[in-house]
């Protein structure tokens, strides 16, 4: 896909006044970006229907680009280090790293894209955030209809910073896709932040009445439920009975399906997933 004003923006944010982090095209034409001494990449991770296995989505995620260790998380290694407004500037610098990288590829038909927003940013985060983000996508002419952020999974204290995050990005016109422990903090939320997708951890997946409940009012709602680290073959086969039998299509994603990549595979289904 083009997009003629991506270069004179990569331009502009080149000669920007920050010195912790930049974006430039690397001789392959792919985005890196620069934060402090680490230079990071873009990896993508398919989002499958796992009934036919057709991929629907791709999850953004940085990482080094660095030859030394190739493959690490950059958010591993700042966990713990960066101040707050250190890991708001590195959290929208890989958002819009990912979205450059995603948006200029071919393989990016009419898949949608999830961008993270670090568990960090709950607390740090300013009441323009959203709308900062939304003028860099609008700057660059992606398709904010297909641009999904995931809040991360928040704790009973953080509830209503969870609110308040989720209000600020729906009211810019973002669609959200929400981490949650299980189906019952699903069912408590699902009304009150009005979320495009959930997802769940498929290893502690449970035939529990909370489960049946959530399938039930998800079902014709456009609430997408993706479970998350598919990684045996016990765990793919169980939610593909659980589909069947809610009479649902579920998504999901794990190395299992898919190892993550710097370009996106081909939409069509793999043999082994629509198996």
Not at 33 to 57: K, Y
Not at 119 to 139: K, Y
Not at 237 to 262: F, H, K, M, P, V
């Amino acid at each position: 896909m083009s997009f003629p004003v991506l270069q004179d923006y990569l331009a502009r944010l080149s000669g920007a006044a920050s010195t912790t982090s930049s974006i430039r095209l690397d001789h392959e034409g792919r985005a890196q970006g620069r934060f402090f001494n680490c230079t990071l990449g873009s990896a993508f991770q398919p989002i499958r229907e796992l009934g036919s296995g057709a991929v629907q989505a791709y999850e953004g995620l940085a990482r080094s680009a660095s030859a030394q260790d190739q493959g690490l998380s950059l958010w591993r290694l700042l966990d713990h280090a960066a101040s707050d407004d250190e890991s708001i500037e590195l959290d929208r610098l890989c958002r819009m790293l990912h979205a450059i990288n995603f948006f200029r590829q071919a393989g990016a038909n009419q898949q949608d894209l999830y961008l993270n927003v670090h568990d960090r940013l709950l607390s740090a985060v300013s009441s323009n955030h959203g709308h900062a983000f939304r003028r860099i996508l609008d700057a660059l002419e992606f398709p904010l209809a297909r641009v999904l952020l995931q809040l991360p999974a928040a704790t009973p204290q953080q509830g209503w910073l969870l609110n308040y995050v989720a209000d600020n990005y729906r009211r810019n016109g973002f669609r959200l896709a929400i981490n949650v422990a299980g189906p019952g903090e699903a069912l408590q939320i699902l009304e009150r932040l009005q979320p495009a997708a959930f997802k769940l951890d498929a290893r502690e997946l449970a035939d529990t009445p909370a489960l049946r409940e959530l399938l039930q009012r998800v079902q014709g709602s456009g609430v997408g439920l993706v479970f998350k680290r598919i990684e045996t073959e016990a765990s793919l086969n169980r939610l593909r009975a659980l589909a069947d039998s809610a009479g649902i299509a579920l998504l999901g994603q794990g190395y299992l399906l898919d190892q993550t990549r710097e370009t996106l595979r081909d939409a069509a289904p793999l043999r082994a997933v629509a198996a």
